[in-house]
């Protein structure tokens, strides 16, 4: 003779909240690996972007008639403060520099709105933006002499975007540049 026994409604919930524990504990797993994933890609994102933004800033860039003009090719530089009710005014550095192409006009770089802009007096329009922050970031950008005879630049950019409910992410990049053509 075989022995049936049928389960209890008591065997059936412990049962119920273990198989409902387990999926919780697995999707809640999963969501959390996700969104630190797409935390990760934003933060590689934008670091990629700041080490455009560098690289365009120091080669140059390029102007009507196919001339570039940037930091490493320039013969002068000098840097403003930013206005005293700037939020980051305590940071050092300036969020301008001037510089001097090999054609002797002077150019810059400067921070407004969070973008950055390329401004130039023989390129029509003159200021042309060559990076927009993403939506929901605040963008750094410090430049200051790293040499007493004003020669090496040192160039600090950093964005960063908040995420929902969660950590920020961030990109940040720091270089010297020298002025090559820069008088002895």
């Not at 389960?7 to 504990?25: Q, R």
């Not at 770089?109 to 390129?123: A, E, G, K, M, R």
């Not at 908040?162 to 010297?176: D, E, I, L, M, W």
Request: with cysteine; proline share 5%; net charge positive.
């Amino acid at each position: 003779m075989v022995n049936r026994r049928a389960h209890t409604i008591t065997e059936i919930l412990v049962a119920s909240v273990i198989i409902i524990f387990v999926f919780t504990s697995v999707i809640g797993a999963f969501l959390l690996t996700k969104g630190a994933y797409h935390d990760s890609i934003k933060s590689c994102n934008l670091q990629r972007d700041v080490n455009i933004l560098l690289a365009t800033m120091i080669r140059g860039v390029r102007e009507q008639g196919g001339e570039i003009f940037g930091l490493r090719g320039a013969s002068a530089m000098s840097a403003t403060l930013p206005p005293p009710a700037t939020p980051l005014s305590a940071w050092p550095g300036q969020n301008t520099v001037y510089f001097t192409g090999s054609d002797n006009n002077i150019r810059r770089y400067f921070l407004n709105n969070n973008s950055v802009i390329y401004d130039s007096p023989t390129q029509n329009p003159n200021q042309r933006v060559i990076y927009k922050a993403p939506d929901n970031s605040i963008i750094i950008l410090r430049f200051s002499t790293a040499s007493i005879d004003q020669q090496v630049v040192k160039v600090y950019i950093s964005v960063v975007q908040q995420n929902a409910g969660r950590a920020s992410s961030t990109g940040s990049v720091t270089t010297y540049v020298n002025l090559r053509n820069a008088p002895k």
